[in-house]
């Protein structure tokens, strides 16, 4: 088309449509025009409705089905010829139908896929025969409509489905973590009443056989006495430990934080178990770096340890020379180290020595007790901010360490 002086129009289209009102034939031809237009648009909007519906569905329920049966209904108004269009959506062994379906050969479908697997199909009929359009009666639009609806389901479907996994991984996993916490109350209701039938007739006899061992006259009777003594002394020590670990795993145990000076405690340790080292055929020297920080933690339970770890010692490496302990400060922690120079410890028996009721294997043989007691250094050490963990090769000794935090200086003030 031409302007009046011969040159290409650049009129568009709507401006041809306003020159079209003043014309004869021209006028027709715009109507006509104007009513396609109209109608497009119309199809359009007909088309938005529907991706906008959907969204409206899927903000609404959980559930697929719902969601599935929703937009089945909002399908055939999206359609050019709403009155006579049915639709369904097939999703695995399931149907979702408008109430008007059935199959005919006036039909359009897309596939369902979600993360590269075809889920199902979306389909749209019409029950009536109609013109001849881009896709038999089907505009070209209302393929990419279907289309836009297949891809979204498919997005919706793998997203509720991951929802639905995730919320069934986390009731189980809370039906895990209830009958977890049941079963470590039940273990702990079970140790306290274990402690209390072992603890009345303990006392009696720690009391009662310190007395006769005070109070015997010959000597032997006294020496015998005093192994009894010795022996409910320990065995009182193993009751409370086993006691303490159980309410340990369940965060009931409590520490008393304050600060406290680490060479003397050690230093009295060592006092206290030199007998017992005597016994065990070592010599435990005792290594301080100077000036060795004040620390803060629970005196009694890092005492705890530290006997412990000894009495490990003086069973695992008996005859195996000199037992170090030392103690290095830090900015933040002091390490104390435990070192021996006996059998060692294999790099698989390390991973399980801190878990609880670990017996480790000594000389190709599992060794006695209840396997608790580096279980409960651990649980105690680490209730006081610290950490514990352990070095060795076999044949070449072991050392444990463990640390307090130190007493900072503002602290102090």
Request: charged content about 30%; some cysteine.
């Amino acid at each position: 088309m031409r302007d009046e002086n011969g040159e290409p129009s650049t009129r568009t289209g709507l401006e041809e449509l306003h020159r079209g009102e003043h014309g004869t034939g021209a006028g027709d031809a715009s109507e006509e025009r104007l009513l396609w237009l109209t109608r497009d648009l119309a199809e359009r909007v007909k088309e938005l409705d529907c991706l906008y519906g959907i969204s409206k569905v899927v903000d609404k329920t959980d559930s697929i089905d719902d969601i599935l049966q929703g937009v089945v209904a909002l399908l055939p108004a999206s359609w050019q010829y709403p009155e006579v269009t049915c639709a369904r959506i097939r999703l695995r062994k399931k149907q979702f139908e408008t109430a008007n379906f059935r199959e005919t050969e006036w039909r359009q479908a897309e596939s369902i896929t979600a993360n590269g697997r075809v889920l199902g199909r979306v389909e749209v009929c019409y029950l009536t025969r109609k013109p001849q359009l881009d896709e038999g009666p089907f505009l070209s639009e209302e393929r990419h409509l279907i289309h836009a609806v297949a891809e979204r389901l498919g997005k919706v479907i793998a997203r509720k489905q991951a929802e639905e996994r995730l919320r069934s991984l986390y009731r189980r996993e809370r039906h895990l973590r209830e009958g977890l916490q049941m079963e470590m109350r039940s273990r702990v209701d079970m140790t306290r009443q274990l402690v209390h039938e072992l603890k009345t007739p303990l006392t009696s006899l720690v009391a009662t056989s310190q007395l006769l061992r005070d109070e015997a006259r010959d000597e032997a009777l006294r020496k015998l006495a005093g192994y009894v003594w010795d022996s409910a002394r320990r065995l009182d020590s193993r009751v409370n430990e086993l006691h303490d670990l159980a309410k340990g795993e369940l965060g009931m145990l409590e520490v008393q934080v304050g600060p406290f000076e680490l060479g003397g405690l050690l230093q009295s340790v060592l006092d206290e178990t030199k007998a017992l080292a005597d016994q065990s055929g070592v010599a435990v020297e005792l290594r301080i770096e100077a000036p060795l920080p004040a620390v803060r933690g629970d005196a009694a339970r890092v005492r705890q340890v530290v006997l412990n770890l000894l009495s490990n010692v003086f069973k695992y490496a008996a005859e195996s020379g000199t037992v170090t302990v030392s103690a290095t400060g830090g900015e933040s922690f002091v390490t104390v180290e435990v070192h021996d120079q006996g059998p060692g410890i294999s790099r698989q028996q390390q991973k399980y020595l801190f878990d609880s009721y670990y017996a480790p294997v000594h000389r190709g043989r599992r060794t006695g007790g209840l396997g608790i007691g580096l279980s409960l250094c651990k649980v105690l050490v680490e209730l006081q901010g610290g950490k514990i963990w352990v070095r060795s090769r076999p044949g070449k000794g072991a050392s444990f360490f463990f640390t307090v935090p130190a007493l900072q200086a503002d602290a102090a003030t």
